[in-house]
């Protein structure tokens, strides 16, 4: 027999949708259904524009170093942790 249970949720970032319910028992199998309330047909995506990067900045700028090859310096020793328990 097949029970329902319905939940209006926020979708998170990545997509990512939380149910908690006490009247969902651990380890059960479920159907989920997902229904959009305003579906979009592809997801926005933004523009380095729209995140504050000026125009054609990342095209005039990658790969443009001309100076003397990058190296990474010494890093030296880790941290000693206790091991957690």
């Known amino acids: 027999m097949l029970n329902g249970l319905r939940q209006k949720v926020v979708i998170q970032p990545g997509g990512v949708i939380e149910i908690r319910s006490l009247e969902l028992p651990a ?5 989920v259904i997902v229904l959009l309330d305003s579906p979009t047909s ?6 380095p524009e729209d995140r504050g990067w000026p125009p ?5 700028t990658a790969g443009a170093w001309q ?6 310096g010494e890093q030296g020793e880790f941290e000693q942790r206790d091991e957690l328990v």
């Open 67 to 72: 100076g003397e090859p990058l190296t990474r």
């Open 56 to 60: 054609g900045f990342f095209e005039r």
């Open 42 to 47: 592809a997801p926005q995506t933004e523009t």
């Open 27 to 31: 380890g059960a199998t479920a159907e």
